[in-house]
């Protein structure tokens, strides 16, 4: 595990090494083909447990202040 939930993620950071799918991709995360999750864009870390006990790791946008 390299980030945790709630921790930034700038795009293209490791978020989780492994071997097999124990952490499957949400939104805005990539694998590689040895498994590793990466972020698609900055933003924070969110993990979710969803249907058959799968975990799934997002990464949620930040929302930047309105240009006034």
Do not use: C
């Amino acid at each position: 595990m390299k980030l945790y939930g709630g921790e930034r993620a700038l795009a293209g950071n490791i978020l989780v090494r492994q071997r097999g799918t124990t952490w499957h991709p949400g939104r805005n995360v990539g694998m590689g083909k040895d498994h590793t999750l990466f972020a698609l864009i900055p933003g924070h870390v969110e993990f979710r447990t969803k249907a058959q006990g799968r975990t799934f790791v997002s990464v949620v946008p930040v929302m930047e202040a309105a240009a006034e």
